[in-house]
Each structure stands twice: as C-alpha cells, then as structure tokens.
C-alpha cells in the first residue's frame, strides 16, 4: 500500500473511531475498560496520523527539484488530503493546524500533546477515572479481586490509577477549600473591622451625649478662661450669644434651629475635627461652644448622608482654595482635618430640640429661662 493509501485509510478509520466515541459517550456509563481503551486507540491513531500525513506533505511541497518525488497530480492529491485531514482535526476534534504541526513534528510528545490539545480525549480520560472509582468502591471489585488472581493484577493496576484519581480530587478540593476558606475569612475579617468600626462610633457618639452639664454657662466661660486667650474667649461668646438671641427673636427660621457645620459655623465656633496642625485653641473653643449649645437644648444628631463630610474634608486638605479666619484667629488653610468617626456614616449637625410648649409647659418655661440666663451670661463676658 502506498503511504497516501495508508493516510487516506487512517483518516477513515480515525473518523469512524471518532463516531464510535461520541456514541459511547451519549450512552449510559461503560466500564472504565471501554474509556480507557477508546482513549488510548484515539490518541494513538491521531497522532500516527498527523505524523504521516505531515511528511507527505512536506514531500508534496518539496521546492529543490531533485528532491521532489510526486508528480503534479499527485501533489494536487497529497495535498487535498492534507486539506481533509487538517479540516477534519481543526472541525471534529477542535485541535487547529499549528498544533497539528507540532503534534506531528514532536518526536516523543506527541501522544501527551495530542491528549492535552483534543477536548474528546479529556472527556474520555475523565470518564475513565469515574469509572474506575466508581467501580473500585463497589462490592463487586472487593469479590473478584478476592476470587482471581489473574483480576488481582488487572486490579493492581486499576488501583493505582484510582489512588492518582483520589489524590487529584483531593488536591482540586483542597485548593477549593483554601480559595473558599481564604475568602471567607478576608470577608469575617472585613466584617469584624467594620463592626468594630460602628461600635466605636456609638461608643462615641453615647460619650458625646452623656456628658455631664455644668449648672450654669457663667460657670463653662470660668472653666475655659484659663484654657484659651481672652480675645478668643469674647470673641466666642459674642456669636454663641448672637446666635442664641436670634433663636430666641425667630424660633422657626429652621437654618438656625438645625446647625450645619458649613464654613461659616466652622469660622464661628470650630469644628471637632479640625485643628491647626501645630496645635491651636479651636478644638477647646469648639468644645466651649457645644457644650453651651448643649445648655441652650441643641444636640448632636446623625443622618445617613455622609456626602457632606466629603466637602468638609476637602476644605481642609491642602491646598485649599477657599480659606477663612478660625477661631483662634489663624486661617483656615493652617488647619488640618482628623477624621473624628463619623465622617463615613453621616452629617453631623445641631440641632435644637427644646421641650414642647403644648406638652410640657413647665419644661418649656424653665428652658426658657435658662435660655435668657444664658445669653446674658455670654454677653458678660463680652
Ligand atoms: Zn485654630
């Protein structure tokens, strides 16, 4: 037979083996002989194939001419067969020509380069080890290797393939396990930061509202005269007192009853995030000014926008564009922001809460009272 036979007739038999498998694979489980067998014989035939036909066609394409062997028709034929077997590979089995080239030309790997190439003979080899396992953990095995010595050793050898088996499967658990349990645990952890987190904050924001009050707001402005500059004391009380008197004349204007801590509430009374980044008094005046807003019923409160925070941080990240006078006097641009836990949950405003007239009159009027004590208070100091 000549040695384009030969190709012509492999490719018939490599394409029907082909037909075989696929309908083997569609029918119920085989036993894992009838996978192994079918894998073997494909990868065997294919890559013998892939070699013959390629030195036929290196022959066909032969450019020195006494080298060339085949006459004009027959390298039109050689290379229509070419054309079927690479069209064959590439469509039936999806291993395209460059690897049928090098599946041919390999001297020693073309059997493993084929397997790992060709998505059938995968199928085929995976089939196979469910097979094997399947059966190995059946009665059946335990009674026929105990009954023949000659299945003893067909066993054996099974055996070792259900050992490799397991041991992949376990090796493909284990990495699912670590890239699950990795997961799982950089997410508890995440969880754990971030619950810790929000702890803190209502720790915070409890101490922050827990503070006891002292009696009268005379005895708050005696408490700081010996922590900040007088100016900066008077200064102080001068628009804590205008503000309270504005209150008291409009008690509905709502931009006075909730106070946001936008620029100008910043350059009167101090933020308690913002310091100058050498140190300065405007954190203790923004401690003076919200526990006397606390005598006068204002509280702190949290929304769930922190948006806002956002603005106020980048006023004081340098360098600024805008910049104001402080309350201790320097600008604006000297300060600094330290983030006092709020700032990713939501704003942090004041806001007045006096008692309900139409509920608790007697509350009201003592708040009341306390409220005028408190402007004139602010205004002696002034
Ligand atoms: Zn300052």
Redesign the pocket.
Known sequence: MTEFKKVQQLLEIVREHVLNIRAKLTAEEQAYAVYHDARHVLVASCSDLLKRDRKLYLKAVEADPNRQIYNETMCGKIMDLHKSVTTFFGEELQVNEELCERIAESAEESNALFSSACVLAEELQERYEHAVVTEASSSAWAAAVANNVATIVDMQQVARVVLEVEEKNAARQMFLVDAVGSRAAARAAEDARAAARWNAEMQRREHETSQPLPSTVAEVIRSYEALVDRTQLSRLCKRLAALLREVHANPERQEIRTLRYVPLTIEHF?HPG???YEG???RVLNTAAETVLRMAGYCARYNTKPSYNVVVMELFAAPSSTSFP?????SSAE?RYHAVGFEMYGERTLVLAEPDPQIEMDAWCSWHEAFEVAIADLMRVV
């Not at 402080?326 to 320097?330: A, N």
């Open positions: 101090g913002v310091v100058h300065c008094a405007c402080m309350p201790c006097g320097r300060h």
